[in-house]
Structures are given as structure tokens and as C-alpha cells.
Antibody, heavy 129, light 110 residues
Framework: EVQLLESGGGSVQPGGSLRVSCAAS????????MSWVRQAPGKGLEWVSA????????YYADSAKGRFTISRDNSKNTLYLQMNSLRAEDTAVYYC??????????????????????WGQGTTVTVFS | QSALAQPVSVSGSPGQSITISCTGT?????????VSWYQQHPGKAPKLMIY???NRPSGVSNRFSGSKSGNTASLTISGLQAEDEADYYC??????????FGGGTKLTVL
């Protein structure tokens, strides 16, 4: 069974840093693109960042560029999001999600912009002064 | 990148059909067939319901269907059931190395 388990959330002051993690199991982690999506209290979903499974290419929403860094350790089946210079508006539940992977005629494709097949339960980040 | 436009709320009675729209631009929804729909119950993680405009993942009821016309994608739920009451979000690739979600639609089953 595919499972994603986020951890590392907590409370931090504005300007502070936090790293959240996502432990993956039940699938070959390195073959899948992964994303972080957040949801502020009472608000909608917001895509934050993604990383390719093949070459580790990274992608960021404008709100995350220059402050957040996505990374992965395929040997540990773990996805990370390092968040620096945190602001009150970064307060949210942070979800990790597995990107869909397609295989046809023996060739498989994964891209961060494919649908998000499986989601973790989320970890809460609160930024307050 | 602005959020895709969805109605704030829709409602329907059990057994009826409802449609939720998701309007973008010619740079996102209109340009790519990478439109997805997610269902989210209160306090729960989102769940993929439709991918690539109109495809259902394994295990998702065939009461859920998706389509697209121009810059607007749509999610239709037929034979409404009480358990369908949830928030629904669309998302699309934007072509500029980013993804965008809709603002979300609250579905109420009367």
C-alpha cells in the first residue's frame, strides 16, 4: 500500500526556519515526481513546490521561490521542504503528494505536472509572533 | 499565477446531477489536458477523482466524470449521494513551470 507520512511541522516565529519531511513507502520512490501542497486555515489548496523523480529538477510557486527548497533522499525514501524566512502567511497544513506515473509500451513517464495520485495526511506549520 | 475560478458553492438533492466549473485561461486549462479534480472531506487529505481532464483513477465511482471546453473544465457528479458532500478543487498545469489550483467549491447534498 502506498503511504506518505509527513512530519516536522510546528510553531515558529516570523523570519524563522523549519524543515518538514515526508516518508514514503509502498512504491519505488525514486521513480516518482513529488510535490508539496499547502492549505491555509479555512482556505483552498496552493501548490508550493515539486521535484522530478528522474533528474531531481525542482519547481517552485512564486510564493516559495528564494525562501523554500525542496529536496529528496531516494536512499531514505524521503521528501523534504526546507522553509526559511517564514511569514505569517505561510501558516498552513503542508501535504506531500505523489505524482502520477504513466507506462506505455514498456516506457514510463513521470512529471511533476501530472495529477497527484496519493496524498499524505499533512503536517501543520504555524508562523506567529 | 491567479487561481482558477470555481463557484464557491453548489448543491443538489440525492440522486440528482451537479456540475462544477473550473475556468482558467488559454495559458493553462485551455492549453493543456493536465486538468485534475480533487475531493476533500473536512479534516481529511485531498483525494484524486479525475486526471487528464476526463480519466478516473482506479476505485473512483463512475458517477464522477470530467470534461473540458475551451478554457473551462467541468466535473459532473451524477446520482448524488450524501457521501459526495465535500470540497472539490480543480488544478491545471500552467506551462510556466508551475501548477495552479482553483479556489474550491463546497458541494452540499440537500
Amino acid at each position: 500500500e502506498v503511504q506518505l507520512l509527513e512530519s516536522g511541522g510546528g510553531s515558529v516565529q516570523p523570519g524563522g526556519s523549519l524543515r518538514v519531511s515526508c516518508a514514503a513507502s509502498g512504491f519505488t520512490f525514486s521513480r516518482y515526481a513529488m510535490s508539496w501542497v499547502r492549505q491555509a486555515p479555512g482556505k483552498g489548496l496552493e501548490w508550493v513546490s515539486a521535484i522530478s523523480g528522474s533528474d531531481g529538477s525542482t519547481y517552485y510557486a512564486d510564493s516559495a521561490k528564494g525562501r523554500f527548497t525542496i529536496s529528496r533522499d531516494n536512499s531514505k525514501n524521503t521528501l523534504y521542504l526546507q522553509m526559511n524566512s517564514l511569514r505569517a502567511e505561510d501558516t498552513a497544513v503542508y501535504y506531500c503528494a505523489q505524482g502520477r506515473r504513466y507506462c506505455t509500451n514498456g516506457v514510463c513517464y513521470q512529471n511533476y505536472y501530472y495529477a497527484m495520485d496519493v496524498w499524505g495526511q499533512g503536517t501543520t506549520v504555524t508562523v506567529f509572533s | 499565477q491567479s487561481a482558477l475560478a470555481q463557484p464557491v458553492s453548489v448543491s443538489g438533492s440525492p440522486g440528482q446531477s451537479i456540475t462544477i466549473s473550473c475556468t482558467g485561461t488559454s495559458s493553462d486549462v485551455g492549453a493543456y489536458n493536465y486538468v485534475s479534480w480533487y475531493q476533500q472531506h473536512p479534516g481529511k487529505a485531498p483525494k484524486l477523482m479525475i486526471y487528464d481532464v476526463s480519466n478516473r483513477p482506479s476505485g473512483v465511482s463512475n458517477r464522477f466524470s470530467g470534461s473540458k471546453s475551451g478554457n473551462t473544465a467541468s466535473l459532473t457528479i451524477s446520482g448524488l449521494q450524501a457521501e459526495d458532500e465535500a470540497d472539490y478543487y480543480c488544478s491545471s498545469y500552467t506551462g510556466s513551470n508551475s501548477l495552479v489550483f482553483g479556489g474550491g467549491t463546497k458541494l452540499t447534498v440537500l
